[in-house]
């Protein structure tokens, strides 16, 4: 019976809402300095590296973000009011993604953020109900995976799957009871404070994030101006990314020639994707 059921129709896209309200990123804009420690390359999309370049920068990555994260706890007294640990375990899991694989969807910004957020929201939100039943209070494993579970979904339909997340809502339930809500702040303010390190240790010499919100274009908005003259209502865009001046969409384009790749400044590809690009337009003649 399940076989004659078309399960392609049960597919929710949270960004057809979400993106028309999703301004596109204004780093074009700023000083080339700051936009570059922002992830812009502006038409420069940047080169691939050796394994020992990426274990190095991964390393010093790694301790400079979790060393951070943990100076910055010891120094703030309500972590102790609270009876928050030195650091959240699942932070060092974050910190490989965002040091070592920091091409993957999981390790981009509204994935790292957002993700560590709801999973500290639902796995307080399970412990605290589970606590309401003597009986249920004993289970701390069942209502740990359950966290884990619907924080899986939430983050499945909302797009920010980042795999730490799960460790924090089964963290939350177990050994967040002492914690409680506060636990939301500690990683709000942890995966800020690991994106930013993130930022200044990954853009040396690699480029991160890949994008900020989606790899895909955002939609240009359109602005109804009601006071234009003769009282009617006329269209206008508002700039984006994807163009300046003109009012016209323009499709985006990569352009291979001979030993030579164009890339859109607003089109985010990865350095493997670019060094595969460039092999191709090697083999041109």
Known sequence: MLGNVDFTRWHVDIDTYLNPLIPPPPWRWLPRPV????????????????????????????????????????????????????????????????????????????????????????GIGIGRLFALNPHANSLPQVGGALACGITTAVMVLTKTVHPPAGATALLAVTEGHKIGWFLVLIMLLGSVLMQAVALLMNNIQRRFPVYWWTPDPLPRVKVEDTESAGGEKEGTWAPTASDDDSQTTVPLQIIIQEGKVSVPDNLWITAEEMACLEKISQRIR
């Open 35 to 122: 936009s570059h420690f922002l992830g812009y390359r502006g038409d420069k999309p940047p080169k691939a590296l050796g394994n020992i370049v990426i274990a190095f920068w991964s390393l010093i990555g790694v301790f400079c973000g979790v060393l951070i994260l943990a100076e910055v706890s010891l120094h703030i007294p309500s972590f102790q009011n609270h009876h928050a640990p030195i650091i959240v375990a699942s932070f060092g899991a974050a910190a490989v993604l965002e040091f070592s694989a920091i091409d993957s969807p999981f390790a981009q910004p509204r994935n790292a953020v957002l993700s560590q957020v709801m999973a500290s929201a639902i």
